[in-house]
């Protein structure tokens, strides 16, 4: 529906500047301990995958996210479903703190 695809759009710019910009990740690091910066220190992610994380983590509608990302919504879920194995081969307890902001 148009009407969907107009708010989609919209919600996308109004993120826009705050992705583009990295400061989500500041955002986050801030206010979750530091998450994102552990995170990319412990697994190795393209600034692409840290967007996703980060979007993941607020958790915003996959459609939303598609939209922002200009990618597909099978493509987000092939992303997160990578990030999250690499996670899970990690050792530690820090494995299961992301886990709990992607599932």
Same mark, same amino acid.
């Given at each position: 529906?148009?009407?969907? %695809?107009?708010? @989609?759009?919209?919600?996308?710019?109004?993120?826009?500047?705050?992705?583009?910009?990295?400061? @989500?990740?500041? #955002?986050?690091?801030? %206010?979750? %301990?530091?998450?994102?910066? %552990?995170?990319?220190?412990?697994?190795?992610? +393209?600034?692409?995958? #840290?967007?996703?994380? +980060?979007?993941? #983590?607020?958790?915003?509608?996959?459609?939303?996210?598609? +939209?922002?990302?200009?990618?597909?919504?099978?493509?987000?879920?092939?992303?997160?479903?990578?990030?999250?194995?690499?996670?899970?081969?990690?050792?530690?307890?820090?494995?299961?703190?992301?886990?709990?902001?992607?599932?």
């Amino acid at each position: 529906p148009i009407h969907q %695809d107009f708010l @989609l759009q919209k919600i996308s710019e109004m993120f826009s500047s705050i992705v583009s910009e990295g400061r @989500l990740a500041a #955002v986050l690091d801030q %206010d979750l %301990d530091n998450l994102i910066q %552990d995170l990319r220190s412990e697994v190795e992610l +393209c600034e692409q995958d #840290v967007l996703l994380v +980060c979007l993941l #983590v607020i958790k915003l509608d996959t459609r939303i996210i598609s +939209c922002m990302m200009n990618l597909s919504i099978s493509n987000i879920y092939t992303r997160k479903s990578r990030i999250v194995k690499k996670i899970e081969s990690l050792e530690g307890s820090s494995k299961s703190k992301y886990l709990q902001y992607l599932r």
